[in-house]
């Protein structure tokens, strides 16, 4: 394919708004086919109308998420990464293979052709996660080696010292921080309901608007063409659209901060794009393959149990002597909710490999007796719950933000000084389908889906991860999934995410009188 042609297929289907399903949804139209898949053509009838719609769907996804790697909202150029690459190219091809080379599957043979493409993709996306993960790993090298390939040059420690020194005095922004600087601009919510800016230079003593636009002591009069600041920017606070200036920008490494702040952003948009793509195909193949639907009325205390005890056996194996006891409280065992099992199963087994790995490092003097680890389940009429709570020595408050970095790995002590390799590594794949036959085969350092992607899990269909750590105790772990049916997948558009995309260039420093750092 040309790169032109390339280019017009992506965008074409990436122009369109992709269709956000419900569990109940996934989960009726599964149960349908299931019931149908005993008749003489083995349910291929009733699945035409939902591959018909897949045949639709699926190119829309795919072309969003190319359109979103190539046009990269990141500070950092990930095209120069190996695995963004490969990823890139295995993206391209998928979507080819859908829209030029699979017809619409509306007779017999044009359906079990598309479901021999779904079998396909749903072999590929395997390596596409593995591509992605590995991608993580050699970008945060690049990063903690300062590749001047991927490293744009304003987000380089001689470039941030020398903004350190250089830059003026803090701009504080006055909505966020306890202490604003009165001689800087200001933000206040309008009541248009947008966010404008005040110019301080424009402003009288005890004058108020008589219109009542502006409720202010200290105004003089409300500027006559205010700057807008748009609240869908990247970072935590509003970003101007022209160099993305954040509270922080120009004091205390912000510049840092705020390409962090993008680039998780965006690895959190790959990540679910990538989620739901992946089950929209496997739950298909899975129900016309295997029998089952991926999406199940289950009962999560018995899935809990089951992550509890392979998480136990990857930590025995690792240090060579029996694990800490994790003690699982449910005072209601019997509670059932709809989801995905390998979704639920995954979450789980990360956070208690995570508190297994703290309790037995922060008490490495010990061979036994470690501090019990709790695994607590509660239920209501919105929620499943999940605490899981250690006694591992708990998260610094500097440290915090870190936790939910996609370029922060954890490896094994061995090695975690050396540069990983830019081969893809075939071991251990996490097929979402056979996630729970597998993971207890895994490492206790660095590999499986990482707190980030744990917590955009629990966010596709509504739910939630939440730390609380007390540095020197332990750390809590809440998980909480929504026990609705009607629990939709995220739908952030992919325009708005590269509209307040960061530029890979020096940001211009702001003056001293009239701009917001």
Known sequence: MSTKAGNDLFRRFASKEMTKLTLSQYYTA?????????????????????????????????????IGLKENPSPYDIRQVPQFKALMDNYTDDLSLLADRTPAPSTPATTEQFVDTLRRLKSRSKAN??????????????????????????????????????CGGPHYYSSTLAYPDLSAPMAYLAPSGKMEMTDPAQWTQGSVQPDGEAKYQGFGAVPSVPQQWAPNKVCSEFCDEASCRNPRLWINDGTQQCAENQTRRFFDWLYSMNLGTQLLIEDHVAILDYGHNLVQIIQPLNIATRAAHDASQICERHYGFPAPVVKIIAPKSGVTTTYVPHHLYSMLFQLVKNALRATVEHHKNRRSAFPVIKLVMSSGDEDVSFKVSDEGGGIPLSQVDAIWSYLETTKGPADASEPLPSTIEKRNALSSITFMQRAIDLPLFGEGDGLPMVRQIARYFGGDLDLVSMEGVGTDAYLHLSRSRNAMEPGLNLHTLLESSMPVSEPARPSSASTLA
């Open 129 to 166: 996660m593995r591509l992605l993960a590995q991608g993580l790993r050699e970008l945060s090298w690049a990063i903690n080696s300062q590749d001047t390939r991927i490293v744009p040059s304003f987000l380089r420690p001689n470039t941030v010292r020398q903004r350190a020194q250089t």
């Open 30 to 66: 599964g149960r349908h086919l299931l019931k149908q898949r005993n008749s003489s053509d083995g349910g291929l009838s009733a699945f035409r109308l939902t591959a018909g719609f897949l045949h639709r769907e699926l190119p829309v996804r795919i072309g969003q998420t190319v």
